[in-house]
Each structure stands twice: as structure tokens, then as C-alpha cells.
């Protein structure tokens, strides 16, 4: 993780490698106003128009004068429309600029920690699975950035930020990990090490055995062609003690999903060790949570198994029993995650009883037809929870759009021989027919028969893993959701 410091005046700061200088559009003064005069190469440079400011532009000009060697030149674009994510994108545009000219040090004339964000989102690089012949050949990482002009406390709001980008970071490794490496066994040890580094986390696991016992009967069918064993992994943050709010946090973690018999084909199939970004972004959520000590009360559950394809592979056609009693036709083998959550879901509102509960999920293609990557997928019963959450995503950068959750939905699951069908056996409103099947599995708040209790359920298979990484996303997997999450729970709940 790089090393940000705040330096209140800019002739104090520290020699680096390179000063950025960010100018709005056709302004002649770095903004905000550099406390010193101008280095005559970088005047020289915007006399000639060679600089213009328009966002995304960028100038690197050397010098004599200067503490710093190098000085590039930022363009943020119109003042009145650069808001926070042009600045995140800003931010990781000088990451990638350092990247290239491998410089592990710069200073910039800005405190604005969107930028401070876009920076250290946009350094992230993942390259443990490179040999180590061409690691060496990778460049030097930026390691240190200093923010001049520094409002006081504005160092607090960076050490905050570092914790955010580092858990994003840790999502990052595991979604983009081998499907080989990353598997249940993997995800029980990461959550175990992670109680053991915070101890304010408790960690639970429920395996094959104990998952039998609780009749965990959907998860069990997924999991039955694979070699890995299934787990429920449970990982409970309780920072307000007094209080018995609780917010139960669910994530889908299909380690591989190849489709089972319902087999996926070429260019569906190969991205799909990304199917348990759900899972990777609960213990993000956690690792945050227990690190900044938020006044909240937490239980993160990660539904883990493989979809694999085998003799003994649940079968199309065939119905399986829920941990809640409800029996499911499997239209579909590949609409998977939804059985896995409906049993997890079902088993935290059982043993938790929580105020409100959000489920993470890569779950349907249809809403990355419906949104491409740009937004994340939306459904919820509750209106108040739903605005919340947007209001979240606007802040953060996470965005959301809420999609419809009809009644008339259910009626595509109907079946014949079960009480409910896993999928509606056509493409038409694949998401929001998803989304219906996990509504199903959410039951009253405790003491108010009659009462739903309040759930949001994101579809995050267009935001979790993208084909064109881009902007402060420098890989394909980006940790979608934890920005969103922190800032809900710390601004939401109170």
C-alpha cells in the first residue's frame, strides 16, 4: 500500500520523483492557487497552449529550478462539472503515469481525497501469478505521495482511506486468483487469519457435515459434482454492544461455475472464477469494519461451493429440498447461486434474526445486459433501504439502479411438481425473475408477523469483474461493493 502523508505547507514537502500540478480548464494557475511562483518551464508551456486543461490531460514537463525533476501537469476539466468521480479517475490516471515512467515517489499540489482514492485504486497491479524472470521486469511501484496544502485533519481522512483501499485490494486478489487457489478451503483460512489479525471478528464455519445437519439441502445438490467440499463460512463483528440492531451481509461464492449439466459454452465459461466475488467482498466488508472499529453490529455469510460437472452433478429436472422447508424444481443447473443464497439467507434469518439483510451476487448475465458495468443491479423491499443504498453508491462511486421487483415475476417460477422452480425456463426478465426466487426466502422481522423483513439484493455481475479494465479499475476484478457498504453502514444506521 502506498505511504500518503499530508504536508500542510507546499514549500515544507519532500523531495520526490515528480510535483503534480492539477489546473481546471483554461485556468493559468495550478488549483488549488501553488504557493509559490510557477517553474518558468511550466509557464512556458501553458504560453504556448500546449496545455489546455481539459480532463484527462496530461503534460510532463522537466525542470532545473525546481525541488522536483519532472512536473506533469493535470487536467481536470470545467471547474463546475469536476466532481468526485472525475477526480477518483484524475487520481488514477498520475498512478498509471508513474507506472509507466517507474517513479515511486510525487507530491501534488491538491487535497482532495477523491483523487487521493482514484490514486490508490488505480495502483493496484496483480501479478503474483507472473513468473518471477518477468516480475523484475514490472515497474517500480509508487510507494509514497505527499498532498500539499493540507487542511488539518486531513491526514485522519487518508489513514481511513488506506484501510477502504486495502481491503478493496485484498477482494481484488482473491477474485482474480486461480479458481484452483481460491476454493473453500482457501476462503476458511483467509476468514480464520483474519479473526486472528482482528480480533473483534469471530469466525464460524459450517462444512458438509454440519450443513447436512441444518438441511442445507441447495447447497449441498450444487456442490455434489466437486471435489472441494461446500461451506457456510460466518464471520459476526459486533461493535455496538448495546445495540441489537444487526445487519447480516450475504455473499455468493461459486469458486468455479461451469454451469453444471446445464453446461456453459465457449466465452461464457471463462470467466467464471470471478463467480464468488459476492463472498470475496463480504470479508472485505468485514476486514474494514473491524479495522476503522464501526459502531455497528454485523454478520457477514459466505455461501461457498463449486458448480462442477460430473456423474454425480445435480440433475435438471429433479427437485431438492431448502433448509426452509420450501422444495425447488431445477429448471436451469446454472442458476446456481440463487439456491446457494436462499439456504444461506434462510439459515442467518433463523440463527441471527437480523434487522436487515443485503446480499451480494454475481448472479444473472440479464443484468449485464440490462446495465452493462456501469451500475449494479438493485432489487429490494423496503423503499428506505433501497434510497439509502443509492444514496451510498452516488457518494461513493458504487453506483446503483434499482430494477423492478413485481409480483407477477414470482409467477414465472411456478411449477407443476415443487413449490418453486430455480429459474422461469426463458431469458425474459432474467434478473428481476432471480431476484423474485431469492424474495421467496425472506421471511418477517422477528416479532412482526406480516412484516418483511427489510433486504437488498445486488446483482454485481456486470461491476464485479469486467472484460475492459479501465479508469481507477486496473484489473478485471475491482471490489465493487465496499465503498458502497462502509459508507452505508457508517451514515445509514444512526
Request: aromatic share 6%; hydrophobic share 45%.
Amino acid at each position: 500500500m502506498i505511504e500518503l502523508t499530508a504536508v500542510s505547507s507546499a514549500k515544507s514537502r519532500p523531495a520526490t520523483e515528480v510535483l503534480v500540478l492539477p489546473f481546471y480548464k483554461g485556468e493559468k494557475k495550478a488549483e488549488p492557487a501553488f504557493s509559490h511562483s510557477l517553474d518558468e518551464n511550466v509557464k512556458h508551456a501553458l504560453a504556448l497552449g500546449d496545455f489546455l486543461g481539459k480532463e484527462g490531460e496530461l503534460l510532463l514537463v522537466y525542470s532545473r529550478s525546481a525541488k522536483e525533476k519532472r512536473i506533469v501537469l493535470l487536467g481536470l476539466g470545467e471547474k463546475k462539472s469536476c466532481k468526485a468521480e472525475s477526480l477518483r479517475k484524475a487520481g488514477a490516471l498520475v498512478a498509471k503515469f508513474c507506472r509507466q515512467k517507474k517513479l515511486g515517489s510525487a507530491a501534488v499540489a491538491f487535497s482532495e481525497l477523491s483523487f487521493a482514492e482514484g490514486l490508490l485504486l488505480g495502483a493496484y497491479t496483480f501479478d503474483s501469478l507472473k513468473a518471477e524472470s518477468l516480475k523484475e521486469e514490472m515497474p517500480v511501484r509508487l510507494k509514497e505521495v505527499s498532498f500539499l496544502d493540507a487542511a488539518k485533519g486531513f491526514d485522519r481522512h487518508l489513514e481511513k482511506l488506506s484501510v477502504i483501499v486495502d481491503a478493496i485490494n485484498f477482494t481484488r486478489d482473491l477474485v482474480n486468483g486461480n479458481a484452483d487457489d481460491v476454493n473453500a478451503e482457501t476462503l476458511i483460512e483467509t476468514a480464520r487469519d483474519l479473526s486472528k489479525q482482528l480480533p473483534a471478528l469471530k469466525t464460524t464455519v459450517l462444512t458438509r457435515k454440519q450443513l447436512e445437519v441444518e438441511k442445507m439441502g441447495l447447497m449441498l445438490a450444487v456442490n455434489r459434482a466437486a471435489i472441494c467440499e461446500p461451506a457456510l463460512i460466518l464471520v459476526e463483528y459486533r461493535g455496538d454492544h448495546k445495540a441489537k440492531d444487526c445487519t447480516a451481509i450475504i455473499g455468493k461464492g461459486v469458486t468455479f461455475d461451469t454451469g453444471g449439466l446445464n453446461l456453459k459454452p465457449t466465452g461464457s465459461i471463462e470467466t467464471m472464477k470471478c463467480d464468488m466475488a459476492g463472498a470475496a467482498t463480504v470479508l472485505g466488508i468485514m476486514k474494514v469494519a473491524a479495522k476503522l472499529k464501526l459502531k455497528v453490529n454485523l454478520v457477514g455469510a459466505l455461501a461457498v461451493v463449486e458448480n462442477a460437472i460430473g456423474s454425480a452433478s445435480f440433475k435438471p429436472g429433479d427437485v431438492y429440498k431448502s433448509r426452509s422447508g420450501k422444495t425447488v424444481e431445477i429448471s436451469n443447473t446454472d442458476a446456481e447461486g440463487r439456491l446457494i443464497l436462499a439456504d444461506a439467507m434462510t439459515y442467518v434469518q433463523d440463527v441471527f434474526a437480523p434487522t436487515r439483510l443485503i446480499d451480494l451476487a454475481t448472479l444473472t448475465g440479464g443484468i449485464v445486459v440490462a446495465l452493462g458495468d456501469e451500475f449494479t443491479g438493485l432489487f429490494s423491499n423496503d423503499d428506505a433501504l433501497a434510497h439509502a443504498l443509492i444514496h451510498s453508491g452516488e457518494i461513493t462511486g458504487d453506483l446503483l439502479w434499482r430494477m423492478p421487483l413485481a409480483k407477477a415475476y414470482r409467477d414465472y417460477l411456478k411449477s407443476r411438481i415443487a413449490d418453486i422452480k430455480n429459474a422461469a425456463g426463458k431469458r425474459a426478465a432474467s434478473p428481476c425473475t432471480a431476484a423474485a426466487f431469492l424474495q421467496a426466502f425472506i421471511g418477517d422481522r422477528k416479532g412482526k408477523k406480516g412484516e418483511p423483513l427489510p433486504w437488498a439484493h445486488l446483482d454485481i455481475a456486470g461491476t464485479a469483474y469486467l472484460d475492459d479494465p479501465r479508469g481507477y479499475h486496473t484489473s478485471s476484478a475491482t471490489g465493487v461493493g465496499i465503498r458502497l457498504l462502509i459508507d452505508f453502514l457508517e451514515t445509514s444506521l444512526h
